[in-house]
């Protein structure tokens, strides 16, 4: 298990928070929020740079206790454009803990209801990127726990404003190098405007090497001067509000209808037999993540998508089963694995717990191998995730798009009626995608889920897996690779009773014989087992291939999604955009086929 790291902060006598690595203080002792208002609101513009924008976005160096977002938040919550979005971006190597933050913020009573909304979700410290929505407020944050420059590097968004606030360069030269300032104006719009409450000689060179124009202004508090850097150029008019239509109404549809509804855009959604009519229909499902042992872009994925899955579920609340799910031992490898993910930096520490023969026989009662306790993993209803993300659902089977003149697509039924229109098209029919995206890269991989009622269990994967259902337990499951019927299938029970009594022997003896019921749908997998998130072009987009974890991936992939489509930044660090761009596989072929043609 990975213990939490030390603490970055300690505090003064008089309660002010300083970095114990970097000595220096977090916010001014004259006044963190006065401060904040003076030099990184104001100091850009703010609220007046955002009047009658549609969408805004605001990227910080250093989030710290989260005071400056907080202000930020305030002042948005105040002086919000009609139907805005406010899109932040922040950065933190060394990320407090909630009880330091709360500690801090302490001190200002004054924003204590916004601050609260920040508390009340405060991002872990596994390394990677973390997102916040404020639903209410229209606004969603960004956090990434990484050294900044990587941050930005990985980062695809475009920010209106810049809060520069990395320590002083004196002590963290690291926050304001060439390089990390050559980034910000990368990452920044046309216009664009970076604040800082220091005028020093390293910060000002960096800013202008990078192409900011640069104005002293009279600083807060004992410092003289503060800096104002602006880029050239306008900005772009701004594109009027779309109309969206999402084909599929499965976990994948109905987080993409959550998704787009944070942005305020209402989406159309067809199914052709109902939501959950698909894979996304079981009893109950898995919120499990990948355990990929490799820590690279693809374990990150998962790791990432699993935390913002769990929140998403958490704050639901009413869809939550069970918590915890333990994961056994299947092979002689998975000790191994096991540790190695436990001490990783992908999951947050503490979350995962070896537990020896001993500990899961006591838990499952009955001898079982060892294990790893997932101990934020979860047991979900899918019915009701789908109902309250995609309260209505429109029937229709949509057998083809037609291109609209002037853009746009026509959704048109086997008889060539036409089911809508729309400006932006997201496809989302499981192991049905081909019949509209021909040369979709998808599987089809049957599996047949066993339901039975009136007894229980807690929650255990080996491969095959068992957990509980409202009424009873479900275990499974088959797979079945290119069989499409959904049939169910007596010998299929069967099956999964076989590879329940292979972990769980004595509770498939007492469910022997008990009346058990079949439901058999089917998964879409792609070649390389990741999924397809991402642009097909000219307003279509795709969410599929989600495999045997859909409920764990297609929350935080449809935000990276509909964040595409919307012009928004997304969540998804840029390396992780690239494994599930739905057009890696032409692309592999393509250039295959031109070294082929070179040689
Ligand atoms: C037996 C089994 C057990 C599983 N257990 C788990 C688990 O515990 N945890 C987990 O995370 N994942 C699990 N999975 C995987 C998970 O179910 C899938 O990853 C997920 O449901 C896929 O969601 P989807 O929205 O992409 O597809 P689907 O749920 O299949 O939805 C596609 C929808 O599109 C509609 N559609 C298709 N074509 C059209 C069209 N042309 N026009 C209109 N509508 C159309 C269909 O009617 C369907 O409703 C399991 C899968 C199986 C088979
Ligand atoms: C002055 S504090 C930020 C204060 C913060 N804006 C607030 O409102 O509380 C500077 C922050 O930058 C972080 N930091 C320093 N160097 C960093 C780096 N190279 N990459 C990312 N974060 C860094 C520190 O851990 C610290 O939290």
Not at 190 to 198: M, N
Not at 230 to 243: D, N, T
Not at 249 to 261: E, K, T, V
Not at 499 to 524: F, K, M, V, Y
């Amino acid at each position: 298990m990975r213990p939490a790291p030390p603490s970055p902060v300690s505090f003064d006598a008089d309660g002010l928070p300083r970095s114990r690595r970097f000595g220096d203080v977090y916010f001014s002792r004259e006044g963190g929020l006065a401060e904040t208002r003076a030099v990184f609101l104001a100091g850009c513009g703010l609220p007046e740079r955002w009047t009658g924008r549609r969408r805004f976005v605001v990227g910080e160096l250093g989030f710290g206790t989260g005071l400056n977002i907080v202000a930020l938040l305030e002042l948005w919550r105040a002086n919000r454009p009609p139907g805005g979005q406010l899109s932040i971006f922040s950065v933190e190597a060394e990320p407090l803990g909630a009880d330091d933050a709360r500690r801090a913020l302490a001190a200002f009573p004054e924003i204590a209801p916004v601050a609260e909304l920040l508390l009340s979700q405060w991002p872990g410290q596994r390394a990677g990127f973390h997102r916040l929505e404020f639903r209410d407020l229209g606004a969603t944050l960004d956090l990434a726990v990484m050294d900044a420059e990587a941050a930005l590097a990985a980062w695809d968004g475009r920010a209106d404003a810049w809060f520069l606030d990395g320590f002083a360069p004196a002590v963290n030269p690291g926050m304001w190098t060439d390089a990390l300032m050559a980034l910000v104006a990368a990452r920044s719009a046309p216009g664009a405007i970076a604040a800082s409450y220091t005028v020093a000689g390293q910060a000002r060179r960096a800013l202008a090497a990078a192409g900011f124009a640069l104005a002293r202004q009279p600083g807060f508090g004992g410092k003289r001067e503060r800096l104002e850097a602006c880029l050239p150029g306008a900005l772009a008019p701004e594109r009027a509000r779309p109309r969206v239509a999402i084909v599929g109404a499965g976990i994948a549809g109905a987080a993409l209808a959550r998704a787009l509804a944070v942005h305020g855009v209402a989406a159309l959604t067809l199914d052709a037999a109902g939501p959950g009519a698909g894979a996304s229909g079981n009893v109950a499902a898995l919120v499990t993540p990948r355990l990929d042992a490799g820590l690279g872009a693809a374990a990150q994925l998962h790791a990432q998508a699993f935390d913002r899955a769990v929140r998403i579920y958490q704050a639901m609340g009413a869809p939550i089963v069970v918590r915890g799910v333990l994961q056994l031992e299947a092979g002689p490898r998975d000790a191994l694995r096991f540790a190695k993910i436990a001490a990783s930096d992908l999951f947050e520490p503490g979350e995962l717990v070896l537990m020896d023969a001993g500990e899961t026989s006591a838990l499952l009662g009955e001898p079982s191998p060892p294990g790893l306790m997932l101990t934020r993993a979860l047991v979900v209803e899918p019915a009701q995730i789908l109902h309250v993300w995609m309260p209505d659902v429109l029937p229709g089977a949509v057998a083809r798009l037609e291109r609209r003149e002037g853009g746009g697509w026509r959704l048109l039924d086997a008889n060539g009626l036409l089911c809508i229109e729309a400006d932006l098209v997201f496809l989302a029919t499981g192991a049905d995608l081909a019949r509209l995206w021909s040369g979709a890269p998808i599987q089809p991989v049957r599996g047949q889920l066993t339901e039975a009622l009136g007894v229980t269990t807690s929650a255990a994967a080996w491969g095959a897996y068992v957990g509980p259902t409202r009424d009873g337990l479900m275990f499974g499951a088959t797979h079945d690779r290119d069989d499409t019927d959904t049939a169910p299938r007596a010998e299929d029970d069967q099956r999964n009773l076989a590879a329940l009594s292979a972990r769980r022997p004595r509770l498939a003896a007492q469910l022997a014989g008990s009346p058990l019921a079949g439901r058999a749908s089917i998964r879409a997998t792609t070649p390389d087992h990741l999924p397809l998130a991402g642009a097909l072009g000219d307003g279509l987009f795709v969410l599929g291939g989600l495999g045997a974890r859909g409920f764990a991936l297609a929350p935080l992939l449809a935000e990276h999604v509909a964040a595409l489509a919307l012009g928004a930044p997304s969540p998804l660090p840029a390396p992780l955009a690239a494994i599930v761009a739905p057009g890696r596989f032409a692309a592999k072929r393509q250039r295959i086929a031109s070294r082929t043609k070179a040689l």
